[in-house]
T-cell receptor, first 111, second 117 residues
């Protein structure tokens, strides 16, 4: 099955700085890579996703890059705000069916 | 967006009892649903794929006789934790993909927190 690794496990940044979270996956057949934000005790919320036919996608302060050859993808958050503080998970799947999640990154944005 | 509900949102039970958790897709039909388990400060781990009208598919290491899954209709999947023990205490989350081409959209339920005493 798919194995997704995520780094770092914790990340602290000053408000206004950028945050980068990286993931690698093992199954070359995976073609859908979503990123989720999860607050304590809540369901994961999709913040951005990328398909395998695209190398980069941006949505306001959030961007994701994908390198299929190297089997890694990254989340970039610019101009971070305190409300960005949460746990972020990457995931990989085939056509957005069963998702295999990374281990999570606890992001803390310091005001 | 589409809505997926779970019931109950939390449950406390005694060791040895069974607990049923429901996952419903409220405004779309889902022939497949997924069940995840999340221990404190850990990631979501896929437990099984629930298939309407057929047997569930379990991930390696998940006991199918302990975690019974029934997908009786196109909008309802249930997960029953049988003979629950304290180590089964966790946050259980379901998801349902809504069909769209070429990729499905996954929608998560709000989760059920199970505490086994």
């Amino acid at each position: 099955g798919e194995n997704v690794e995520q780094h770092p496990s914790t990340l602290s940044v000053q408000e206004g700085d950028s945050a980068v979270i990286k993931c690698t996956y093992s199954d070359s057949a995976s073609n859908y890579f979503p990123w989720y934000k999860q607050e304590l005790g809540k369901r994961p919320q999709l913040i951005i996703d990328i398909r395998s036919n695209v190398g980069e996608k941006k949505d306001q302060r959030i961007a994701v890059t994908l390198n299929k050859t190297a089997k890694h993808f990254s989340l970039h958050i610019t101009e971070t705000q305190p409300e960005d503080s949460a746990v972020y998970f990457c995931a990989a799947s085939l056509r957005a069916n069963n998702l295999f999640f990374g281990t999570g990154t606890r992001l803390t944005v310091i005001p | 967006g589409a809505v997926v509900s779970q019931h109950p949102s939390w449950v406390i039970c005694k060791s040895g009892t069974s607990v049923k958790i429901e996952c419903r897709s409220l405004d779309f039909q889902a022939t497949t649903m997924f069940w995840y388990r999340q221990f404190p400060k850990q990631s979501l781990m896929l437990m099984a794929t629930s298939n309407e009208g057929s047997k569930a598919t379990y991930e390696q290491g998940v006991e199918k006789d302990k975690f019974l899954i029934n997908h009786a209709s196109l909008t309802l999947s249930t997960l029953t934790v049988t003979s629950a023990h304290p180590e089964d205490s966790s946050f259980y989350i379901c998801s349902a993909p809504r069909k769209s081409q070429p990729y499905n959209e996954q929608f998560f339920g709000p989760g059920t927190r199970l505490t086994v005493l």
